[in-house]
């Protein structure tokens, strides 16, 4: 067992970008536990599965056969059922409760609400083919806080330089983007001034607020050559 199949007539195999991960990182001996499951509104079918060192489900990849993508995350579930007849899905936590998906903006499986933390990260970037340090000295962001229940929704968006592919991190740089209206239009903050340098960068948006929740549209850098060393 070390693939995703699909059929479509015939038994193929799934091209799978988090192959490495999952099955580098799965307690064989409890595969009876690993289920599959659907969440039909946001075309996703997920399996949940025990990591090496557990013996309960306690992660989960996820493959988005509308934009054929995956992803994954760590959460606990040991039974799960599809919207359908109801408005959201439902799934069994190990504290015998019983939880809607795709509800609200926080964590309330216990009935305490706990904020989510979410964020998304590009892969290493580089001028040309990285020969040169890039300067990047503003980012200007684009997303949306629609939905969010904090009065001012914040993300915090970083990026991360490295002399080369191996180095590590070298410099970082975080600035918080907040909304500051939603009178007339969603406002938020316009342009983040920063100072950081290297050859390659990689950057992440990311939240950790109550009540914040956010879409990430097209964030543009101003980025320039500074020399070789």
């Given at each position: 067992?070390?693939?995703f199949y699909t059929y479509n007539g015939r038994v193929q195999t799934l091209r799978c970008d988090l192959r490495r991960y999952v099955f580098s990182d799965i307690n064989v001996s409890q595969l009876d536990q690993i289920f599959a499951s659907t969440n039909e509104g946001f075309n996703e079918i997920w399996w949940f599965y025990c990591s090496a060192n557990s013996t309960v489900i306690d992660k989960y990849v996820v493959y988005n056969y509308a934009e054929d993508i995956w992803y994954y995350g760590l959460m606990g579930r040991t039974a799960w059922i599809d919207?359908?007849?109801?408005?959201?899905?439902?799934?069994?936590?190990?504290?015998?409760?019983?939880?809607?998906?795709?509800?609200?903006?926080?964590?309330?499986?216990?009935?305490t609400p706990v904020a989510i933390e979410a964020y998304i990260e590009s892969a290493e970037f580089d001028i040309e083919d990285g020969q040169n340090f890039g300067f990047v000295w503003r980012m200007v962001p684009d997303l949306t806080f629609q939905g969010s229940?904090?009065?001012?929704p914040q993300v915090t968006m970083t990026l991360y330089g490295m002399n080369g592919s191996g180095s590590g991190f070298n410099i970082e740089a975080a600035k918080a983007v907040s909304q500051t209206s939603t009178a007339t239009i969603e406002?938020?903050?316009?342009?983040?001034y920063t100072r950081i340098r290297g050859r390659q960068m990689i950057m992440k948006v990311g939240s950790s607020g109550l009540g914040t929740t956010w879409q990430l549209g097209a964030p543009r850098i101003d980025i320039k050559q500074d020399g070789q060393r």
């Open positions: 067992m070390d693939k919207s359908g007849l109801r408005n959201y899905p439902e799934a069994a936590t190990y504290n015998y409760n019983i939880v809607d998906h795709e509800y609200g903006v926080d964590d309330n499986a216990t009935g229940t904090a009065q001012n406002q938020f903050t316009n342009i983040i």
